[in-house]
C-alpha cells in the first residue's frame, strides 16, 4: 500500500473554499502548521452552534455536533500555537462561550455553570421572551482547552477518576452529571442540552494511556480528531511570505446563529440535512457491524459520526447552519484522511518512545541482550492487548458471572494462557471479580455512550 501523501491532501483541502486559504494564509504567517489552525477553528466553529441544532438519528437518536480535537507534536514544536491563531481567526465573546481547562469530570460540568456567564445566557433568554420560571439551568457552550494530555492521562489514573468517561459521553452529547463528590454534585446537563467543544495538546511519547487496551475498548482515542502541530513546507518558505501583523477574522456569512440560540433556550431541537452519499455510508456501516463482519480498523469506529461533525463545521463556515451539502461531505473525508494518518504518526512515535524506554531500562539492568528483551517484551504486549480485546468482546454483556476456567475453555486459546493474569491487570477498570473468583463486565458508566 502507498503511503498517503497528506501535503496533496492538504493542497486539495485548503484550496477549495476561501475560508480555508485564509486558514491556511494565517497559519503560515505565524508559523504555525495549517492542520493543527484548522483543527482548532472547527472547535470554535462548532462551539458558536447552538446545542439545538443536531445531526438527524441515522443512527440511534439525534447526534450532538460536540468535538474533540488532538492536535499531536514532539516536545518544543508548540502544540498550542494553532490554537492561539484560531483564536484570532475566530474569536469568542467570554461573556457568553467561556474558554476552560480541564482537569476532571467534575470540573467539566461545573464549567456550565459559572454564576457571571449564566447571568449573560438568562438576560439573552428574557430578550427572546423566555419567562423567568423558564429560565435555561446552564451554560450553553463551552470551548476545553488542555495543553498536554499527558499531564492529564495522569490525573486520570487518580482512584475514582471520572474526567475520560465525561469526555466519551460529551463527544456524543450524553447526560453528564452523578452522585459524584465535588463542586458539581447533584448537577446535571441532559442529552444534547450542551455544547463540548475540546482541544487537546498530545506529546506521542507520553499518550500511552490513551491507547491503551482499556482505552481503546472503553473508545477514548476513536473520538478524537488528529491534526499535527507542525508542516516541513514551513521551513522551505522565505522570511518575507511571514507576516506579524494582526490576523484579520474570519468573516462569517450571514446566520440565524441567535434564532438557533432562542430555539436551545425553547428546547425545540433542528435537525440538519445531510447528504445522500453519507446517508449511505453511516448505514453500510451499520449493516456490516449488525452482520459481524465489520472490518475496519478499531480506531476508526467513530470516524463516520465525526466526519458528520466536520462537514457540520465547514458548512457553518460557508454560511449554511442546517445543511450539509456532498462537496461539505468530500472535503470532511480529506480532513479524515489527514487525521488516521497524524494518528498513525502519533502510534508510531509512541512505539517508538515505548520501545526507547525499554531498551535503557534494560541496559541500566545490565542485560547483555537488550534487542532480545525488546522483542520478547513487544511480543508479549501483542499478545496481552489482542487477549484482552478478545476477553472483552465474548464476556457476555448482560452481567452473569463466568469463571476463569470458563475463560480459558471458550474465549482464549492454549497457547495464550500463560499471559492471562495479565490481562486481567490490563482491563481491571472494566470487569470485577466476586469472592468466588468469578469475574463479569461491569455495566456502563452513566451517561455513557
Known amino acids: 500500500m502507498s503511503e498517503f501523501d497528506v501535503i496533496g491532501a492538504e493542497d486539495e483541502l485548503f484550496a477549495a473554499r476561501p475560508y480555508l486559504k485564509a486558514v491556511q494564509r494565517a497559519a503560515h504567517d505565524r508559523m504555525c502548521a495549517p492542520s493543527a489552525v484548522l ?62 481547562g480541564l482537569g476532571s469530570g467534575e470540573g467539566l460540568i461545573t464549567a456550565y455553570f459559572d454564576a457571571a456567564v449564566l447571568d449573560a445566557v438568562h438576560a439573552s433568554a428574557t430578550s427572546h421572551g423566555l419567562a423567568n420560571d423558564g429560565l435555561p439551568a446552564h451554560i450553553p457552550a463551552v470551548l476545553f482547552t488542555v495543553d498536554e494530555l499527558g499531564e492529564l492521562l495522569e490525573l486520570t489514573s487518580r482512584s475514582g477518576a471520572t474526567l475520560l468517561p465525561r469526555l466519551r459521553t460529551a463527544f456524543s452529547g450524553g447526560t453528564l452529571g452523578g452522585a459524584f463528590a465535588g463542586e458539581g454534585k447533584g448537577r446535571h446537563l441532559h442529552d444534547n ?8 495538546g498530545v506529546q506521542p511519547g507520553l499518550c500511552g494511556k490513551l491507547f491503551s487496551v482499556s482505552a481503546i475498548a472503553a473508545g477514548t482515542p476513536q473520538r478524537l480528531l488528529w491534526t499535527w502541530a507542525t508542516d516541513e ?69 467513530h470516524a463516520l459520526l465525526i466526519q458528520l461533525k466536520v462537514a457540520a463545521a465547514l458548512a457553518v463556515l460557508d454560511g449554511r447552519l ?26 508510531n512515535e509512541l512505539r517508538a518512545t515505548q520501545v526507547h524506554d525499554h531498551r535503557a531500562t534494560g541496559e541500566e539492568r545490565g542485560e547483555i541482550a537488550a534487542e532480545a528483551e525488546v522483542a520478547k517484551w513487544n511480543h508479549s504486549r501483542s499478545a496481552i492487548e489482542r487477549v484482552a480485546a478478545q476477553v472483552l468482546k465474548k464476556l457476555p454483556a448482560n452481567g452473569v458471572w463466568v469463571s476463569k476456567r470458563w475463560i480459558k475453555a471458550e474465549i482464549v486459546a492454549s497457547r ?15 470487569i470485577e471479580f466476586n469472592a468466588d473468583g468469578e469475574l463479569r463486565l461491569l455495566p456502563p458508566l452513566e451517561g455513557s455512550v
Open 193 to 200: 442540552t450542551y455544547r463540548c467543544c475540546v482541544t487537546l
Open 39 to 100: 483543527g482548532a477553528v472547527l472547535a470554535r466553529t462548532l462551539v458558536l452552534v447552538s446545542p439545538s441544532v443536531l445531526l438527524p438519528a441515522l443512527r440511534g437518536g439525534p447526534a450532538a455536533l460536540n468535538l474533540i480535537v488532538g492536535t499531536a507534536g514532539l516536545s518544543g514544536t508548540s502544540k498550542t500555537s494553532g490554537g492561539k491563531v484560531a483564536g484570532e481567526l475566530l474569536p469568542l465573546c467570554p461573556s457568553e462561550i467561556p474558554v476552560r
Open 322 to 347: 442546517l445543511t450539509i451539502t456532498s462537496a461539505d461531505w468530500h472535503l470532511a473525508d480529506i480532513v479524515m484522511s489527514c487525521s488516521r494518518h497524524w494518528r498513525g504518526r502519533v502510534l
Open 233 to 301: 513546507r514551513i521551513s522551505q518558505m522565505d522570511d518575507d511570505l511571514f507576516a506579524v501583523s494582526a490576523i484579520k477574522p474570519l468573516e462569517l456569512p450571514t446566520l440565524d446563529l441567535a434564532e438557533a440560540r432562542a430555539c436551545w433556550e425553547r428546547g425545540s431541537p433542528q435537525i440538519i440535512t445531510v447528504p445522500d452519499e453519507a446517508i449511505a455510508a453511516v448505514r453500510a456501516d451499520a449493516r456490516a457491524r449488525h452482520r459481524g463482519d465489520w472490518d475496519g480498523d478499531p480506531l476508526d469506529s
Open 416 to 430: 495464550d494462557r500463560w499471559c492471562l493474569d495479565e490481562v486481567f491487570k490490563e482491563i481491571s477498570a472494566q
